[in-house]
């Protein structure tokens, strides 16, 4: 089965958006095709985005209150490195 190399955008959100912090993760899935791999995504199996390491999004300043986290898929790319997938919508 193909290999898909998918870019995920981390962003954090505090109460004060200061505090706030971005990072970008590449994250290999094998899947049969394309749309098994959007099934993979879009049904937001816990197990799956929790294998994401959120960390580099956590600000660790003791004034920080953390709002949310989240977790965006922007880009996918098959397994010979064409992009298959890509969301400009994300800034």
Do not use: C, W
């Not at 505090?19 to 791999?37: G, M, R, Y």
């Amino acid at each position: 089965m193909p290999i898909y190399t998918v870019k995920f955008h981390l962003r954090s959100y505090y109460t004060d958006e200061k505090f706030d912090l971005e990072d970008f993760q590449s994250k290999e899935i094998t899947a049969a095709d394309l749309d098994e791999v959007f099934t993979l995504l879009d049904d937001f199996d816990p197990s799956f985005y929790q294998s994401i390491d959120d960390s580099s999004v956590i600000n660790h300043d003791e004034n920080a209150e953390l709002d949310e986290v989240n977790v965006e898929y922007i880009e996918i790319k098959d397994d010979q490195g064409k992009i298959v997938y890509e969301d400009n919508t994300t800034t």
